[in-house]
């Protein structure tokens, strides 16, 4: 399976690192000929969870431009989401006739690259590694997570199975026959667990204990799941029950909530690891609000969190607890305005 990775950050380097370990025959695409230049010299090194693994000699690393004229039966696609959705059109001229392009990205990228891209290219997937990138080339693996690859509309299918052992040779991999209740179940922790990080600067352990930082994330939290069942996804755990106890359209904070908050504070560990990518936020908190405005679902809260964000990045604030409540007091203004109360929907669940 004539394959490329495209993107040598955190994730991209330890996948890349571990296939090439295992005798998988890979190519690594990086932003430029620079980067390319220090990885070739560099090579790859991973520590931590898994054991270590040292690739002293890379052969087959360039910049992306150099593979233009190439083809390939599988495009494994590791860049920030933003990128991710740049250079997708490109990539989609690179793959061979049943080639397929495999984002790993958070959010709603894989369901929008599928739109984009001529039928049938786009095979979805999910990560829940833990991975960070010391230097370029230097990569420590924090979890036994695994890739998770499937049909963007669910079901089966040969070429899934296909990715899954051809990858499998170097990292887990698992097949999902619900790829839209997996995505959707991770993004509702992206939602409020990431990108509040990434606004309070904290870790979600921290955060919490912030004035109003608990009613917010519920409040996320509720309306990221109010759209993922609009949408008609068959949620599944990930790495929490996707239903806080006793939901009817929003937490209720019953005898078993403190369990479940439990469980969400253990999974943060993993997603902290994703903070201080605020330009994601359009492709996770974003794509929410995108999809709960064309389904006529209120998204006040997701919004006002977007915009938060996007003044961080403008600069025009910097990550603090504070933005907490100025957030939440901008959505629940707006909420007023329009003056919606949780629904009880729970139609698609399982």
């Given at each position: 399976?004539?394959?490329?990775i495209?993107?040598?950050?955190a ?17 690594l ?5 620079a980067?390319?230049r ?19 000699r ?26 991710a959705?740049?250079i ?8 061979s ?11 709603g990228v894989s ?12 095979l ?7 991975a ?16 998770l ?8 299918s040969d070429r ?9 040779r ?29 606004v309070?600067g904290?870790t ?11 009613d917010?994330f519920?409040r996320?939290?509720d309306?990221?799941l ?10 599944e755990?990930m ?5 806080p106890?006793?939901?009817?359209g ?5 005898g ?7 469980e ?10 994703e903070?201080g990518?605020?330009t ?14 064309a389904l ?6 997701n ?23 100025a957030t ?9 305005a329009?003056?919606?109360?949780p629904?009880?929907v ?5």
């Amino acid at each position: 399976m004539r394959t490329l990775i495209v993107g040598v950050g955190a994730l991209g380097g330890v996948i890349a690192a571990r296939l090439l370990e295992a005798g998988v025959v890979a190519e690594l695409a990086t932003r430029d000929a620079a980067a390319a230049r220090r990885l070739t010299q560099s090579g790859l090194r991973v520590s931590g969870v898994g054991g270590e693994v040292v690739v002293s000699r890379l052969t087959t690393v360039a910049a992306l431009d150099e593979y233009r004229r190439r083809q390939f039966d599988l495009i494994l696609l590791a860049t920030k989401a933003h990128d991710a959705m740049a250079i997708a059109s490109d990539l989609g001229e690179m793959l061979s006739p049943t080639g397929v392009l495999l984002p790993i990205q958070n959010g709603g990228v894989s369901h929008l690259l599928h739109e984009r891209l001529p039928h049938g290219r786009v095979l979805a997937g999910l990560s829940n590694l833990g991975a960070t990138m010391v230097s370029p080339g230097i990569y420590e693996q924090r979890n036994a997570g695994h890739l998770l690859v499937g049909e963007i509309d669910g079901g089966g299918s040969d070429r899934a199975e296909s990715v899954q052992r051809w990858l499998g040779r170097g990292v887990e991999v698992k097949v999902s026959h619900n790829m839209p209740g997996a995505i959707w179940s991770k993004l509702l922790l992206n939602c409020s667990v990431t990108t509040l990080g990434a606004v309070a600067g904290l870790t979600m352990r921290e955060y919490v204990t912030a004035p109003h930082a608990l009613d917010l994330f519920e409040r996320t939290y509720d309306e990221a799941l109010s759209v993922a069942l609009a949408a008609g996804a068959r949620l599944e755990r990930m790495l929490v029950d996707p239903f806080p106890p006793g939901w009817e359209g929003r937490t209720i904070r019953d005898g078993a909530y403190e369990e479940w908050m439990r469980e969400v504070l253990e999974a943060s560990m993993l997603q902290d690891l994703e903070r201080g990518r605020p330009t994601e936020v359009e492709l996770i908190n974003g794509y929410v609000v995108q999809r709960g405005q064309a389904l006529g679902v209120p998204v006040a809260v997701n919004a006002a969190i977007v915009e938060t964000v996007r003044a961080i990045t403008r600069g025009d604030s910097e990550p603090s607890p504070s933005l907490l409540s100025a957030t939440l007091a901008r959505a629940q203004a707006a909420v007023r305005a329009s003056a919606w109360t949780p629904g009880s929907v729970r139609s698609g669940s399982t």
